[in-house]
């Protein structure tokens, strides 16, 4: 089974505006929580699709002002997000990596 | 208080009362190998290991500890493991487990053969020779006790229970969704991560407290309950892998809060 596979095509099917956020909750958290054994990905695939997922627990249609200073985002920031993040992935997983991690490295 | 060689263990809390060497060491493979005899990995593979006050994993049905800093198993961890698979099908050995009797006495299970418990026998034993339905209900009551106590020492150490803090609107959602998932009120769920004493800093969003529990499904992955860096708001709900955890600990996402 390729995991990594499936992750990316439910994530295209919400940046391409096939599904919705909600739609793409559905069918994406519990599959990843639930489907994906453990060290099926690598590390920069897992910390990637997770991040995805949870950032789906920072997500809500109407967050308020200060759900927003707490990090929450609207369906459309996620998307925005998630457009901006599977991008970069895509382009160089590793690199990716290193990136995110070099948030809290410093 | 007890005395467990590293550190003290208050047997009317049911825990120690600082954290155990093997969790401050995280980030130090060689030490935390020197104490466990586990890689890093290994080590953080289980969520059991990421509550550092907790006493024997909170099992002394089958662990026990002789020195404060590390387990062992007693009769071996691959018969604890078989133990604990037997134990699943034992009403009295589930309550014993779900409710940490350690202050209160050893418990001994079985036909003399099997004799597991706690080494903080201090009142007593509660024996069973064949599962006797009418223990049960004594560990019930106790169980009902100490939970009570293991509450207190949450709100003693953290000032606050997370049941008493508000709930931003949006988590409040996510707690809901947990709760229709998982069959338990948000104040359950919210209760038992009071009552977990670890908490970790989450460095890559805003330095928020995230607090893990295990799922009461037993599935796959850990409940997250987020509050914001002063801890006067929960502000996040949900799940996450075990395995996004581990590695967010190890490459310095998560750091252990000192309290």
Redesign the interface.
Known sequence: MDYKDALTKKIYNLISGKWGVPEFEKEY?RY???QVP??SLT?PQ??FY?LV??K???T?ES??E??KK???FNYPEYIEWLKINAQLFQENEEGWYKN??R???N | MNYAQARYQNPSLGRFISQDQAFLSVGDNNQIKQITGHELQQYLSDPQNLNSYSYVKNNPLIVIDRNGKWIAYLLGEKNAVALGNWANGNAVAQYATAHPVISVGAITIGAGAIAVGGVYAAGGSIACGNLCPAAASIIDSIGNYFSSQTDKAAKALNNTSFRDLQV????H??LDALSQKFGFSANDILSQASKSAQKFVD????G?INTWIPRPDG???LI?VTT?PEMN?I??????????VK?GIV???FTPLKQ
């Open positions: 958290y990843f929580l639930e453990e060290g590390l897992s910390t997770g997922q949870e789906l627990d920072w809500a967050p308020n200060q759900e707490d990090g929450w995110h991690i948030r809290f490295k | 931003v609107p949006s988590a959602q996510k460095n890559a969003n805003n928020n599935g796959q992955g997250r914001n708001r502000i996040s709900a949900g799940l996450n892998t075990i395995e996004n590695n490459n310095g996402r």
